[in-house]
Nanobody
Framework: QVQLVESGGGLVQTGGSLKVSCAASGLTFSNYDMGWFRQAPGKEREFVATISWSGNSTYYADSVKGRFTISRDNAKNSVYLQMNSLKPEDTAVYYC??????????????????WGQGTQVTVSE
C-alpha cells in the first residue's frame, strides 16, 4: 500500500516560483531514490529531477538545470521540488515517483515503480 501525495501546485506568472511537495507512505522511504516527472496535455511523461536515497546525489533534466532544486527529508518521508524562474513551458502536471532499480536509467519513467496523483503547475505569460 504505497501512497505518494503531491501538493503545492498552482498558478504562477512567468519568472515566479513554486515549491511542490510529495509525502510518501507504505514504504521504507530512505531506501529509495526518488524522482519528479511532469506531463503536459498530449505529451509523454518527461523527466525533471531525481535524488538518491541519502540525498547526496541529484540529477536534472537540461531544461530545468539551474532553475529547479530537488531535495528530501527522510525524517518526514518527503521529497520536494523548488521551482524558480518559471516559464510557460514548465506548465504540466508534476508527479512524484519511486525509482525501482539502481541500474536502470534514472531519466526513464519505466524505471520508476510508484507514482502519485500529480499536482498541476500552470505558468502564465
Amino acid at each position: 500500500q504505497v501512497q505518494l501525495v503531491e501538493s503545492g501546485g498552482g498558478l504562477v506568472q512567468t519568472g515566479g516560483s513554486l515549491k511542490v511537495s510529495c509525502a510518501a507512505s507504505g514504504l521504507t522511504f530512505s531506501n529509495y531514490d526518488m524522482g519528479w516527472f511532469r506531463q503536459a496535455p498530449g505529451k509523454e511523461r518527461e523527466f525533471v529531477a531525481t535524488i538518491s536515497w541519502s540525498g547526496n546525489s541529484t540529477y536534472y533534466a537540461d531544461s530545468v538545470k539551474g532553475r529547479f532544486t530537488i531535495s528530501r527529508d527522510n525524517a518526514k518521508n518527503s521529497v520536494y521540488l523548488q521551482m524558480n524562474s518559471l516559464k510557460p513551458e514548465d506548465t504540466a502536471v508534476y508527479y512524484c515517483a519511486v525509482r525501482r532499480f539502481v541500474l536502470g536509467a534514472r531519466d526513464l519513467a519505466r524505471n520508476y515503480a510508484y507514482w502519485g496523483q500529480g499536482t498541476q503547475v500552470t505558468v502564465s505569460e
